[in-house]
């Protein structure tokens, strides 16, 4: 079983920057793919961006390209978001979850973590 885990979330103005990160117990091919989904009151699930621990390969849900990267520290066993020029808009739990799968559906995750509270004032 794969024990995934999210930190770094907090408060920021529109216009900074946080880092989140993301623990995996293990990487196995269960957790091949490490995604990055969130959720916003009231709304659903969606999809932010993703990696492949094997080759560093990225993909990010198109509005948030530019603003938003992922990087991944195979040694630590440890995932990153970096989160630059934030908008109030992006206030949500952010989450990770680690699959098998290279995709943005949040079914193809088998272990998720618990969410960190992202939230950009104004």
């Known amino acids: 079983q794969v024990q995934v885990a999210e930190s770094g979330g907090g408060v920021v103005r529109a216009g900074g920057s946080l880092r989140l990160s993301c623990a995996a117990s293990?990487?196995?091919?269960?957790?091949?793919?490490m995604g990055w989904f969130r959720q916003a009151p009231g709304k659903e699930r969606e999809f932010v961006g993703r990696?492949?621990?094997?080759?560093?390969?990225?993909y990010f849900e198109e509005s948030l390209k530019g603003r938003f990267t992922i990087s991944g520290d195979n040694a630590k066993n440890t995932v990153y978001l970096q989160m630059n020029n934030l908008k109030p808009e992006d206030t949500a739990v952010y989450y990770c979850a680690a699959g098998p799968r290279y995709s943005s559906r949040p079914y193809e995750y088998s272990y998720w973590g618990q969410g960190t509270q992202v939230t950009v004032s104004s």
């Open positions: 293990e990487r196995t091919f269960s957790s091949s793919v």
């Open positions: 990696i492949r621990w094997s080759t560093g390969t990225t």
